[in-house]
């Protein structure tokens, strides 16, 4: 069976391509989705219609005009979440291309000059490995408020490229590392290829396969770390986490009755967790497709 | 000398280096942000509280007095020279000593730290060695369904969940880490704060309901901070274990006619054990990055509080910048010990980094 066919004769890959449709059709689609009544605002947010921000302290529910009721302040939840598809899907697909190629070069070059160059390469990815991503945010915000506010950067997503590029790093080194000496590899040199022709014709289409799955998953975890950095705080939030930040102290209920308050939780989450259920998927679909006997 | 603990040292010996690349790094990015956010580094208790001083002479008298004019390495030098002293600045954000602010809090982010590894290690391990010994069977499916969906539900919708049940709902798990009563106690006189550890120091100091009590305000943390990590561990096992059990010596075991328990439990677990401990080591940051998320939404006074105002109001670099080489201080003990937990298990793994 070829790749493809082992591909789309998978439920995972199936399920993961509807998912990931449905999420591309309602970011295209926002505007008859959700007409923006003004023009004038960009944002993905909407407060309902006739209402003042601050004539509502309490979450309204669902109700016309509002089909899945508003946060605290009045922001229409309904319009945030299909408004929210076209950043999240954006930050999803930029941060974890740019994530991937910093890792790929990184590994592909360490891997092929091996030497103290590709020691040092090394060494230095497993020094990324030791920084969690959280104080990579903190200091980008804290380094460069001014030049972020400025350039419209998201410093969640400086962070996450600048400390998530190791798992791809040490992925390809390791495929590297075996592909090298194997005689295809000689062959080419032999016949005097330059070594960026070797790496970039010869060894990566063969070792790039691993990687490639990582991506997959990571477009939906990568919008999930956002929206949690968002939620606690730190930094510019993509809409599905602003909307849940809006509504941070109405979200445990209230009473004693934790789901007094659920449409301020229950569809901003369910949105955020069938997103990443379907990246996942489309990595384990593409995972039996590139290796069928493959582990992971 | 055994080879553990001449693996320990390798291991030990490869923490500096480490540290170098991190910080020669962090200070390389602050280089390029303005001179002011890196004057702030220098900027004593007494110059930032001095209203007399104007700003800008302020700055003027701070580049001139630390040579923020020179070069990157010498500048990078003195500043390394000032944080092995322990200077790591006074941050304005929250008025105090930066270090001092980080250390008082280590020990709540320590022992969160230290539960949720010693929960999410044997349920990972256990959890995924029982769903590869089963493959396709109901207890393999159960565990992929439960792990997938761990794996895509985000820290905190998982956090709010906890809490909506057992903290507003039930009332069975409090916020923080110990109730303002117990706080009162714990800081008294009569309490000798041994290792930091409430859990620990409460069973020391003979009064066990404090450990109690601390353990109640660990549970909802713990289990959200387990949860994710667990379900990866889980996933990596369940895979290796699978294919270590079509090898060949565990048919030659088998054979033999040995336990299929003995076989699985015994031989193909501790070899499948291995790369799942070395998986876990590997996202020891993201463990920690967890850590804190955790700590943020339950209320738990560990290391984060010392950046999170800084985070909402006005941003402060001196404790950002402390936060952020502190937090690689921590991962670095977890890697550590993650990494000989791996290497107990594993001779070859010992032999050949200790002879390198």
Redesign the interface.
């Given at each position: 069976m070829t790749i493809t066919r082992r591909f789309f004769t998978n439920w995972q890959s199936l399920l993961a391509l509807c998912i990931i449709a449905g999420y591309v059709i309602v970011a295209i689609s926002a505007p008859w989705l959700a007409p923006q009544d003004d023009p004038q605002n960009p944002t993905p947010m909407r407060l309902l219609p006739g209402i003042r921000p601050s004539a509502l302290r309490v979450p309204s529910p669902p109700q016309p005009g509002a089909v899945l009721g508003t946060t605290p302040g009045g922001w229409d939840i309904a319009y945030g979440l299909i408004w929210g598809a076209r950043p999240a899907l954006c930050f999803g697909l930029i941060t974890t291309l740019l994530t991937a190629c910093i890792g790929v070069l990184v590994g592909a070059f360490s891997g092929y000059l091996e030497g103290a160059v590709g020691r040092l390469l090394m060494?230095?990815t497993?020094?990324?490995?030791?920084?969690?991503?959280?104080?990579?945010i903190?200091?980008?915000?804290?380094?460069?408020?001014?030049?972020l506010r400025k350039l419209q950067l998201n410093p969640i997503m400086l962070a996450l490229i600048a400390?998530s590029w190791?798992?791809y790093a040490?992925l390809i080194h390791a495929n590297f590392i075996s592909l090298k000496h194997t005689e295809y590899a000689m062959a080419a040199k032999t016949t005097g290829a330059p070594p960026l022709r070797i790496i970039f014709r010869h060894l990566l289409p063969n070792a790039i396969t691993p990687a490639i799955v990582l991506a997959a998953r990571d477009i939906?975890g990568m919008v999930?770390?956002e929206?949690?950095?968002t939620?606690?705080?730190?930094?510019a939030g993509l809409p599905w986490g602003a909307l849940?930040v809006t509504s941070r102290d109405w979200?445990?209920?209230?009473g004693?009755?934790?789901?007094i308050y659920w449409w301020v939780?229950a569809p901003a989450?369910l949105v955020?967790?069938v997103f990443?259920?379907g990246w996942?998927l489309l990595g384990d679909g593409l995972n039996t497709a590139l290796n069928p006997r493959g582990?992971? | 000398m055994p080879a553990l603990l001449k693996f320990l040292i390798r291991r030990l010996f490869a923490i500096p280096v480490t540290l170098l690349i991190i910080t020669a790094m962090l200070y390389g990015v602050l280089m390029l942000a303005p001179v002011s956010a890196r004057a702030q580094l220098y900027m004593s208790r007494g110059e930032s509280n001095n209203p007399n001083l104007r700003p800008e002479v302020l700055l003027q008298q701070i580049i001139d007095s630390h040579g923020l004019d020179d070069p990157y390495p010498i500048q990078y030098i003195r500043w390394m020279g000032r944080l092995l002293r322990g200077d790591w600045g006074w941050s304005p954000g929250f008025r105090g000593d930066v270090l001092k602010a980080l250390l008082a809090r280590t020990p709540a982010t320590a022992e969160l730290t230290l539960y949720a590894v010693i929960l999410l290690i044997p349920l990972g391990i256990i959890g995924g060695g029982l769903a590869g010994a089963k493959e396709h069977k109901a207890a393999d499916h159960i565990f992929r369904i439960v792990a997938f969906i761990a794996t895509a539900i985000p820290s905190f919708v998982l956090a709010l969940v906890l809490l909506g049940i057992f903290y507003a709902g039930l009332k069975w798990f409090p916020l923080g880490r110990l109730s303002i009563s117990e706080h009162y106690i714990v800081t008294g006189a009569n309490f000798t704060p041994y290792t930091g550890l409430l859990t620990l120091d409460g069973l020391l100091n003979g009064r066990p309901e404090i450990s109690l009590s601390a353990l109640r305000h660990l549970v909802l943390p713990c289990i959200t901070l387990s949860m994710v990590h667990w379900a990866t561990l889980g996933r990596m096992t369940r895979a290796v274990m699978i294919e270590e059990l079509h090898k060949d010596y565990v048919t030659v075991a088998r054979g033999k006619g040995l336990k299929e328990r003995l076989v699985v439990w015994r031989h193909a677990l501790h070899n499948a054990m291995i790369p799942a401990l070395n998986s876990i080591a590997l996202s020891a940051a993201s463990l920690i990055t967890g850590v804190f998320v955790v700590e943020v939404i339950f209320g738990f006074p560990g290391v984060s509080e010392v950046v999170v105002n800084s985070m909402r109001g006005a941003p402060d670099i001196v404790a950002a910048m402390g936060f952020t080489v502190y937090s690689v201080l921590l991962v670095m003990p977890v890697m550590l010990i993650l990494d000989v937990l791996q290497a107990v298990f594993d001779p070859r793994l010992r032999d050949t980094l200790g002879e390198q």
């Open positions: 060494r230095v497993d020094a990324f490995l030791t920084f969690p991503a959280i104080a990579g903190v200091l980008f915000q804290c380094a460069f408020p001014l030049f400390f190791m798992p040490r939906g999930l770390l929206a949690t950095f939620f606690i705080g730190m930094g849940l979200i445990i209920g209230a004693g009755n934790p789901l939780f989450t955020l967790i990443s259920i996942n582990r992971r | -």
